[in-house]
């Protein structure tokens, strides 16, 4: 009996080592590929997928904020609207309306509705009568056409301005010089009014006009002099004699029961009175229908 090979008795491949270990090692480079392929194909599609939400959440961000726009948007229009819709006026709001008015008219009217060209008064035993404007003073500072005692407290409260005219009565016997001192406001002038002396020698400087019956009307010739509050306005009055006649030339009971004084205060009251009568106030925000 021939004896076998060593290879074959010891269990090893007829072809040899090199074959043996060949046969071990086996690679299987398609395989691979396609693995690789696959995996990059998942990646892919886990980005897309990704991307897909980023996508969804982006669109649902936008239509979001779009949406709470809206909302804002609808929520303003409709509060202007309601703002702007016409509605009875509060009362609060109709005595402001009241006040900012009354404050504008020193400027909002001409002189001669600030100064009328006749002013109604009570003469002796309160029969009606009428004074008549003779002129009217160009607008100056209450330094210039007051007494400085008074000017000073109104300075120190905001006077803005000072409008003067002299008017005469019915028997050209009297002249009278009215002042309009302009406050910065109603409360600015009731604090003034607590301040003011109730020294009658003292208060608006009177104003003569040359050719007319108060050419002679200077400070000497006032007789006596009073004020009166009305909104943000105090209404000074002075009276004297067209004749030129000074205060200390008249008897003190002569004054006492004379018709210039009364007159010189109702033709006063009466300026303020037209200054700081309310208006009428529209009942609506946008006019007479709410």
Request: hydrophobic share 40%; net charge positive.
């Amino acid at each position: 009996m021939t004896p076998l090979p060593r290879s074959r008795r010891s269990g090893e491949s007829p072809f040899g080592a090199a074959a043996a270990r060949r046969s071990r090692v086996r690679s299987w480079p398609a395989a691979t590929r396609a693995g690789s392929l696959a995996a990059q194909r998942r990646a892919e599609m886990a980005d897309l997928q990704q991307g897909v939400r980023y996508h969804r959440l982006f669109r649902g961000m936008v239509g979001f904020i779009v949406a709470l726009s809206a909302i804002v948007v609808l929520l303003g229009s409709a509060g202007m609207i309601v703002e702007t819709r016409s509605r009875p006026l509060t009362p609060a709001e109709q005595y402001r309306y009241q006040q900012e008015e009354i404050a504008q008219r020193w400027q909002a009217w001409p002189a001669a509705g600030v100064f009328p060209e006749e002013v109604k008064y009570m003469g002796l035993e309160r029969a009606p009568q009428y004074a008549r404007r003779i002129g009217i003073a160009p607008q100056s500072t209450c330094a210039q056409g007051l007494d400085v005692t008074v000017a000073d407290v109104l300075g120190r409260h905001g006077c803005v301005a000072l409008l003067r005219a002299t008017y005469m009565d019915e028997s050209a016997t009297f002249v009278f010089t009215v002042g309009v001192a302009v406050l910065q406001s109603e409360e600015s002038r009731v604090s003034a009014n607590e301040e003011l002396s109730a020294d009658d020698r003292v208060g608006v400087l009177p104003v003569p006009f040359p050719g007319t019956v108060a050419e002679r009307f200077g400070v000497e010739q006032r007789q006596r002099n009073g004020w009166v509050g009305a909104g943000p306005y105090i209404v000074f009055s002075t009276g004297g004699y067209a004749d030129g006649r000074t205060r200390e030339s008249i008897p003190p009971e002569e004054i006492l029961h004379s018709e210039l004084w009364p007159a010189a205060k109702s033709i006063g009251n009466q300026i303020a009175y037209f200054l700081a009568d309310p208006p009428s106030v529209p009942p609506c925000t946008q006019g007479n229908v709410c």
